[in-house]
């Protein structure tokens, strides 16, 4: 069974920076593409970015893009999310997702879900 783990959420004041972490077990990590999402209260889960199995491809939101980066480490079974120049509309839960071959940017193309990290952005 595939299992994904997100940790580095926190508190952090606008235009500040955070590295969220998933780690990736139980199957072959390399063989997955990660994406990551976000879901505020009362608002519904909205795609961050994704990252294919090799790295070399990666895709954002509109709303991140330039601010957020994707990167992976196979060997250590990680996908990071480095989240720079945060704006309190970052505040979320942030969850990493997995799914045998390329990426998707919506929830219902990934098989296998983290609980969550939270990621609050004070104004």
């Known amino acids: 069974q595939v299992r994904l783990i997100e940790s580095g959420g926190g508190l952090v004041q606008t235009g500040g920076s955070l590295r969220l972490s998933c780690a990736v077990s139980g199957s072959t990590f390399s063989g997955f593409a990660v994406g990551w999402f976000r879901q505020a209260p009362g608002k519904e889960r909205e795609f961050v970015g994704a990252?294919?199995?090799?790295?070399?491809?990666?895709s954002y939101a509109d709303s991140v893009k330039g601010r957020f980066t994707i990167a992976r480490d196979n060997a250590k079974n990680t996908v990071y999310l480095q989240m720079n120049s945060l704006k309190p509309e970052g505040t979320a839960v942030y969850c990493c997702a997995a799914a045998a071959g390329n990426y998707g940017r919506y929830p219902n193309y990934y098989r296998y879900w983290g609980q969550g990290t939270q990621v609050t952005v004070s104004s």
């Open positions: 990252i294919n199995w090799s790295g070399g491809s990666t």
